[in-house]
């Protein structure tokens, strides 16, 4: 099975940087998403790692140990319209590669 | 605005009911997966078609029911609907790339299901 923890809830300030971090236990693994869901919309595609290391794209960066079962989300300069839920996914192994998604992570931006 | 449609946007029945949500994945991809999300809850992997085929089910209940028709769109079918079932309903759809592997998903906007 898959096992995914991340922190339900972080409050961060306007401007400042903030990382959410995601662990991990998979039966296989085939990459790690990142989606950012506003609150009743759509979770939207921020990021995909599926090698060791950081992915940056803007303000946003991806980090992945895959040995420590690890993966971090980092943003940059933060902005009011930040605030949302943050949510960790999986791609297990096995002929099917099933995606699990975490519980997220409610991230508030405050000034 | 990721190419995903669903309607409806809202729905309103009551219990004992059954409903259908409707979702168009994005051009050219024909993996679609519908998930549930309740209250506070995680996105809830229900049950994934491609190319027509059922190709894996999650924590799908007996009362629901889905199909991906020839044109790619695909129904949910929800059956004597309970108070539990409210919750926001997600289609996303993918690509799939060789190998058997599936691209990103991408999620449309959602059918919020209240169940009086």
């Known amino acids: 099975g898959q096992n995914i923890d991340q922190p339900t809830e972080m409050t961060a300030t306007e401007g400042a940087i903030v990382q959410i971090n995601c662990t991990y236990q998979?039966?296989?693994?085939?990459?790690l998403f990142w989606y950012q869901q506003h609150a009743g919309e759509a979770p939207t595609f921020l990021s995909y790692?599926?090698?060791?290391g950081l992915e940056e794209k803007g303000r946003f960066s991806s980090f992945l140990s895959r040995s420590k079962g690890y993966s971090y989300l980092l943003l940059k300069e933060l902005q009011m319209k930040d605030s949302a839920s943050y949510l960790c996914?999986?791609?297990?192994?096995?002929?099917?590669?099933?995606?699990?998604f975490g519980i997220g992570t409610k991230l508030q931006v405050i000034p | 605005d990721s190419g995903v449609t669903q309607t409806p946007k809202h729905l309103i029945t009551a219990t004992g009911q059954r409903v259908t949500l409707r979702c168009s994945p994005r051009?050219?991809?024909?993996?679609v997966y519908w998930y549930q999300q309740s209250l506070d809850q995680g996105l809830q992997f229900l049950i994934q078609?491609?190319?027509?085929?059922?190709?894996a089910k999650g924590n799908i209940l007996e009362r629901f029911s889905a199909q991906q028709f020839p044109d790619l769109h695909s129904e949910l079918n929800l059956s004597s609907l309970e108070l539990g079932d409210s919750a926001l309903y997600f289609c996303?759809?993918?690509?799939?790339?060789?190998?058997?592997?599936?691209?990103?998903?991408?999620f449309g906007p959602g059918t919020r299901l209240t169940v009086l």
């Open positions: 996303a759809s993918s690509a799939q790339k060789a190998g058997g592997v599936y691209n990103t998903q991408y």
């Open positions: 998979t039966s296989g693994f085939n990459g």
């Open positions: 790692n599926v090698l060791d």
């Open positions: 996914a999986v791609r297990g192994g096995g002929g099917y590669q099933k995606v699990t």
């Open positions: 051009s050219g991809d024909l993996s």
């Open positions: 078609y491609y190319n027509g085929e059922e190709r």
